[in-house]
């Protein structure tokens, strides 16, 4: 089991850039894929990015890629979102997710979740 924390949330503006963390606990991370995604109002959460296990494969949705960057630490058991030319269809809450099987775009694939951070971008 893995308990997962999401930190680095905040409000900025269009254009500029946030790092989101998510840290997690147990001595196991390594064995995970970890995922990000984002929930909007009113909207079903939806993928983001995946990284391997190792952190050599990465997959990024279509509406994010060249703009966000997703890598992980397994000696500090932290996997990181970096957001750049954040745009106002950002705004949302970010949950990062792991997963033991093979890894997936779908999020009732992911086992463990963390709380979420709030991402705000104004316009």
């Known amino acids: 089991q893995v308990q997962l924390v999401e930190s680095g949330g905040g409000l900025v503006q269009t254009g500029g850039s946030l790092r989101l963390s998510c840290a997690a606990s147990?001595?196991?991370?390594?064995?995970?894929?970890m995922g990000w995604f984002r929930q909007a109002p009113g909207k079903e959460r939806e993928f983001v990015a995946r990284?391997?296990?190792?952190?050599?494969?990465?997959d990024y949705a279509d509406s994010v890629k060249g703009r966000f960057t997703i890598s992980r630490d397994n000696a500090k058991n932290t996997v990181y979102l970096q957001m750049n030319s954040l745009k106002p269809m950002d705004t949302a809450v970010y949950y990062c997710?792991?997963?033991?099987?093979?890894?997936?775009?779908?999020?009732?694939?992911?086992?463990?979740w963390g709380q979420g951070t709030q991402v705000t971008v104004s316009s």
């Open positions: 997710a792991a997963d033991t099987g093979l890894g997936s775009s779908l999020p009732t694939r992911y086992e463990y």
């Open positions: 147990g001595r196991t991370f390594s064995s995970y894929v």
């Open positions: 990284i391997s296990r190792s952190g050599g494969s990465t």
